[in-house]
């Protein structure tokens, strides 16, 4: 991986410090008490900050062992991939989000599991080839915007937590996630066409002379 | 990639699908209750669902012990209100006076059926206001209990035990659950039906009766 320059260093410490604003319970609350607060803020920020964790440990320290047992079962950056559309998908169940807002143990697993998604996602991000990452990117996409578009659909509230005006709010952006997430997708699959010719024309890496 | 690699990989993914799918096979109970009221009502079919011995204040303003080891014979049909509720508690008090009627007509151990409207309201439901209610919807003493529970802190854990959450709805006023639960005399939550169900919910709550005899 690349060294990073100091903004960037900066950056990754905010964002892998931003999930502890939770640890002030009225604050948690506030964003916890609404649907879309919860799905659209906490969850990225918890998935983001893993991400700048794991991202500031290959960068600046040295892989711990957890770290490089993980390289050796993340070929082609498959596993990251997995875990994050599991963890994406299991916490759109409006039974699971209920549960993390009445049960103490579901609200850590809540937090474990996305912080540790990111943590994941950080290593395997630039192993995953375009094909995969359109693979995965389309199928969370699609989840996304189903989910999107039930919350709204429903005449009555799915999570006994929020109240239906919010749910539908949750539900209008997911929607725009997935609009996000999408783009996202399409544009990195153009990037890698674009790009593909040069690096066919340049020919494998092997066969240029020293 | 190479071949050892890939196949650890694969390997650690299934692992990962299979985690998260037995996660949610938990979570909703084998793939059929995806909501909090469904789980619930899946629990009060199982008899998990228990209500713990409150006392409450009625609306006549007499001390109410429910659900202790003197209440046995006892079945109620149970809804949760409160009193300034423009909405679900009006449809729901409707409803209950239909039920009343009903088993005024009714004869035999189903006779012990009765009909309890608790307030989670603790602060702002007094006998007076519970009074009102029960007087617009011609609630009668002796078959129908209007009542709040003594505390905040007995509501609380009533609420909590059945798995009933009021959440502010922002005007002052509360969105919640508008379900009737048969209960038995000793607490335990034997079915919960919406309330335009309220025969089912009565049916239910005349055959526990009729089977205690």
Known sequence: MKGAGPGRGVFRVLVALAPTIFAWPALRQAVESRMALQMLLQFPLLLASGWAVSMMLGDRLPSPLLARWFDRIDAGGLLGATVVSCVSAFWMLPAALDASLLSEPMRMAKFASWWLAGAAWGRSAPRLADEAAAFFGGNLAWMLATAGLLYQAGESRLCVGYLLNDQVAAGQGLIVAALIVGAATVHRLLRGAATEPARAAAGPREAVPP | ?213
Not at chain 2, 7 to 32: D, H, M, P, S
Not at chain 2, 94 to 105: K, Y
């Open chain 2, 1 to 213: 990639m190479s071949r050892p690699a890939l196949a650890g990989t694969l390997v650690a993914c299934a692992l990962v699908v299979a985690t998260f799918a037995a996660a949610a096979l938990w979570t909703t109970r084998g793939f059929e209750a995806w909501t909090y009221e469904a789980l619930r009502a899946d629990d009060a079919h199982r008899g998990r669902l228990a209500a713990p011995p409150t006392h409450v204040r009625s609306a006549t303003g007499r001390r109410l012990a429910l659900w202790t080891a003197n209440d046995d014979g006892a079945v109620y049909l149970l809804d949760f209100v409160y009193t300034s509720c423009p909405s679900v508690c009006q449809a729901l008090g409707s409803e209950f006076t239909r039920l009343q009627a009903e088993l005024a007509a009714t004869r035999g151990p189903a006779r012990r059926v009765r009909l309890l409207s608790l307030s989670f309201d603790v602060d702002r439901d007094g006998p007076a206001e519970l009074a009102a209610y029960a007087r617009r919807h011609q609630a009668d003493e002796s078959r129908w209990t209007v009542a709040v529970p003594e505390t905040r802190a007995e509501a609380a854990r009533l609420l909590a035990q059945l798995g009933v959450v009021a959440l502010a709805d922002g005007a002052g006023g509360y969105v919640h659950n508008g379900d009737i639960h048969v209960v038995d005399g000793r607490g335990v939550v034997r079915a919960i039906y919406a309330y335009p169900q309220w025969r089912e919910a009565l049916g239910a709550a005349r055959r526990l009766a009729g089977g205690m005899s």
